[in-house]
């Protein structure tokens, strides 16, 4: 299990419970948070575009080439620390990540 810490684009914190093979936006959705994960998690869409607080990068697998591309090809307000929600499953190592939704395409 484990506790993801999330701010939603409005700045509503939310404290969500870690599920074992849920995705960081199957967590997110399903805690409420308005994520349109239009593609289902297939990495097409980066509506599920996320900003994951610097110090937890590292601990991250990183990025796929499929997942580069797509946030370079569909989302915007790209930084550093953006990541595609659906790409990430939850581990009992990420206990106590936090991130931020991205602003809307
Ligand atoms: S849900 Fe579409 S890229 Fe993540």
């Known amino acids: ?6 701010v939603d684009r409005d700045g509503k914190k939310y404290q969500l419970a870690g ?3 849920a995705s960081l936006m199957e967590i997110l959705k399903q805690g409420g948070l308005a994520l349109e994960a239009l593609c289902g998690g297939s ?4 509506t ?6 610097p110090e937890w990068l590292d601990l991250l697998l990183p990025p796929t080439e499929a997942e580069t591309g797509t946030l370079r090809e569909e989302a915007e307000g790209i930084q550093a ?4 929600g659906c790409q990430i499953q939850w581990h009992d190592g990420l206990d106590g990540i936090r991130l931020r939704v ?3 395409n």
């Open 1 to 6: 299990m484990g506790t993801l810490y999330a």
């Open 48 to 53: 599920c575009h996320v900003y994951v607080d």
């Open 19 to 21: 599920r074992d093979r």
């Open 102 to 104: 991205a602003p809307e």
């Open 43 to 46: 990495c097409m869409c980066a």
């Open 81 to 84: 620390n953006s990541r595609l």
